[in-house]
């Protein structure tokens, strides 16, 4: 099978050295493996989604040497074919009423990704003088032993994680109709012939819940790499709302070698003189580290 890889970003703004490290990474994998790499713009969310962005990710991939093997796709054009796999779905999912506050409310615990786990009030039906408001995936119980998700993730090592103690059942479409990132990235990786995901630490929660959904639609389950995010100086991870700066595009190559440090790979730096030469050096050292 050949490879297939994909960097995924939201336009919810310019990329930043966080969301650009996570891009050259899952380039890095795609050309050491002589693969093809997609780009993927999801914009579902559309209250984050910044008019202009998706264009504006697109021109600095593409001045970074960055351009996709194949026609860019948006989910927001895709929304049928989240609507089939929300149907195949249907015997695992039941409608929800609850708000935000009552979950918050309830005396649940937290999942490992730091959100509350939902507490099931809705489970076997909704109250009376309720009305729906999502859609949610019912886990299987700790006793199943489809409950544990057990992934080899390429940077991070071993993982295993508990879908009923670790994050309860979750969201596949909200109150206002909109998918949610759960489902649609697992819809589009398999339809895109995904075989490999290359993406920030952030998302590494994600995955159990994700592998879940792929055995629930008979999709395969691609390999994993998830980098380690950028942070800033008080240790949050890098994106607007931290102070992410933008990048300075008239300098491709120091964005780039500062991309490579960030994923451990050692360069001969005063050797790069272009963006191309960049490209030349940095997937045979990625080739000899992961492959
Ligand atoms: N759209 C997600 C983000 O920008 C990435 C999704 C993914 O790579 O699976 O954080």
């Known amino acids: 099978m050949g490879y297939v890889g994909r960097f ?10 966080g969301s650009l490290r996570t891009a050259v990474a899952s380039y890095l994998d795609a050309k050491a493996h002589q693969g093809l790499w997609l780009i993927r713009i999801e914009d ?24 996709a093997d194949g026609d860019i796709v948006w989910q927001s054009q895709r929304q049928h074919l989240y609507q089939t796999a929300f149907n195949q779905l249907q015997a695992f999912t039941y409608a929800c009423a609850c708000s ?3 979950i918050a409310d309830s005396q649940t615990h937290i999942g490992n990704d730091g959100a509350v786990i939902y507490p099931g009030t809705c489970r076997d039906g909704i109250a009376m003088n309720k009305v729906n408001r999502s859609w949610r995936l019912r886990v ?3 006793t199943d032993s489809k409950n544990k998700i057990i992934f080899i993730d390429r940077w991070q090592g071993l993982q295993e994680e508990s879908l009923a103690t670790d994050t309860g059942d979750f969201v596949v479409k909200r ?7 759960q489902l649609a990235v697992v819809v589009d990786d398999a339809l895109q012939g995904v075989t ?34 950028v942070t800033n100086t008080l240790g949050e991870k890098l ?30 730096e005063q050797s790069v003189k ?18």
């Open 175 to 181: 109150a206002d109709g909109t998918w949610t990132y």
């Open 44 to 67: 579902l969310d559309t209250p984050r989604n910044i008019l202009g962005a998706d264009h504006d990710i697109i021109t600095t991939l593409a001045t970074c040497g960055m351009h």
């Open 140 to 142: 299987p119980d700790t």
């Open 196 to 229: 490999h995901i290359v993406r920030g630490a952030d998302l590494l929660h994600s995955t159990a819940r994700q592998i879940f959904i792929q055995s629930l639609l008979h999709a395969p389950t691609p390999s994993y790499l998830h980098v380690p995010v």
């Open 8 to 17: 995924a970003p939201s336009p919810t703004g310019p990329l930043h050295a």
């Open 239 to 268: 994106s607007k709302q931290t102070g992410a700066e933008k990048l300075d595009l008239t300098q491709p190559i120091e964005i780039l070698l500062t991309a490579a440090r960030g994923l451990e790979l050692k360069l001969e």
């Open 100 to 102: 935000r506050k009552e």
């Open 274 to 291: 272009s963006v191309e030469s960049f490209w030349q050096q940095a997937i045979p050292a990625w080739a000899a580290r992961f492959l």
